[in-house]
């Protein structure tokens, strides 16, 4: 936690563009406290006013906390999001801090309503499922998904199809369904917002036909850390003389 710089980004915050509302929000679960706490359960509980982009920020921001495992009941409600980005953070938080499984009811009822109606959907992410898969296989409840997954498997096809029996094979899933403990699943690779990029378009390429699919290289975790400490060194570069411009506009609009 660092107090003065709290202090700065909340008194500039109403004077920022739109992109620096959504950067300092970010910000602010990094290093701010109970008054930066207050705001982003605010913006993410819905009572204040914010757009779709500042709630996604806020929720990720909420996620990075020092708070963040005592706001599960948030991520969940991220799941009733329009915004289906918005959704799968909030999943995405669940996955790695509801470790008791307190949401699964609301995770639950989230694949349903993914699921039901899904052939006709015209909008749709390959990780919803994979992600679903791990959140369920983390707090060791497959039953209910299994089950999910057998009333609605003729909702399933392409490469959401490929890619589930992948993971976590029907027969295995149908053990589940009617009771019976089978295989679990196979959770390799399986990151925050799902696999790779690489991996489901195997699947794709699989589905079209093609063979030989010439891929790069997958990026490793180590590149990614170094990739996302390289953008943190390069934003705190950038912060202070963006708090300077904007504090100037503040007090510009006092006087």
């Given at each position: 936690?660092?107090?003065?710089?709290?202090?700065?980004?909340?008194?500039?915050l109403?004077?920022?563009?739109?992109?620096d509302?959504i950067?300092?929000?970010?910000?602010?679960?990094?290093?701010?406290?109970?008054?930066?706490?207050?705001?982003?359960?605010?913006?993410?509980?819905?009572?204040?006013?914010?757009?779709?982009?500042?709630?996604?920020?806020?929720?990720?921001?909420?996620?990075?906390?020092?708070?963040?495992?005592?706001?599960?009941?948030?991520?969940?409600?991220?799941?009733?999001?329009?915004?289906?980005?918005?959704?799968?953070?909030?999943l995405?938080?669940l996955?790695?801090?509801?470790?008791?499984?307190?949401?699964?009811?609301?995770?639950?009822?989230?694949?349903?309503?993914?699921?039901?109606?899904?052939?006709?959907?015209?909008?749709?992410?390959?990780?919803?499922?994979?992600?679903?898969?791990?959140?369920?296989?983390g707090?060791?409840?497959?039953?209910?998904?299994?089950?999910?997954?057998e009333?609605?498997?003729?909702?399933?096809?392409?490469?959401?199809?490929?890619?589930?029996?992948?993971?976590?094979p029907?027969?295995?899933?149908?053990?589940?369904?009617?009771?019976?403990?089978?295989?679990?699943?196979?959770?390799?690779?399986l990151?925050?917002?799902?696999?790779?990029?690489?991996?489901?378009?195997?699947?794709?390429?699989?589905?079209?036909?093609?063979?030989?699919?010439?891929?790069?290289?997958?990026?490793?975790?180590e590149?990614?850390a170094?990739?996302?400490?390289?953008g943190q060194?390069?934003?705190?570069?950038?912060?202070?003389q963006?708090?300077?411009?904007?504090?100037?506009?503040?007090?510009?609009?006092?006087?």
């Amino acid at each position: 936690m660092d107090a003065d710089l709290e202090d700065r980004i909340l008194s500039v915050l109403p004077y920022g563009s739109a992109e620096d509302r959504i950067a300092l929000l970010f910000t602010l679960g990094r290093v701010g406290g109970t008054r930066a706490l207050e705001l982003l359960v605010a913006i993410v509980d819905g009572s204040a006013k914010s757009s779709g982009a500042e709630r996604d920020s806020a929720l990720q921001a909420l996620g990075a906390h020092q708070s963040a495992a005592d706001h599960v009941h948030l991520y969940a409600l991220a799941l009733k999001e329009r915004n289906l980005h918005n959704q799968t953070v909030g999943l995405m938080l669940l996955r790695r801090w509801d470790t008791s499984g307190a949401a699964a009811p609301a995770v639950t009822e989230w694949v349903r309503r993914r699921l039901k109606g899904r052939a006709a959907r015209k909008i749709t992410d390959f990780a919803e499922f994979p992600m679903s898969v791990g959140y369920f296989a983390g707090i060791d409840d497959l039953a209910p998904l299994a089950s999910l997954f057998e009333q609605y498997d003729d909702q399933v096809d392409g490469v959401d199809r490929l890619v589930l029996e992948f993971m976590w094979p029907r027969e295995q899933r149908q053990r589940w369904a009617n009771g019976a403990e089978g295989d679990r699943p196979d959770l390799t690779g399986l990151g925050d917002f799902g696999h790779s990029h690489q991996f489901y378009l195997r699947f794709d390429a699989s589905l079209a036909g093609i063979e030989n699919l010439q891929l790069p290289p997958e990026i490793t975790a180590e590149e990614v850390a170094q990739w996302v400490a390289e953008g943190q060194a390069e934003w705190d570069a950038e912060l202070p003389q963006l708090l300077t411009r904007l504090e100037r506009r503040r007090d510009k609009a006092r006087s």
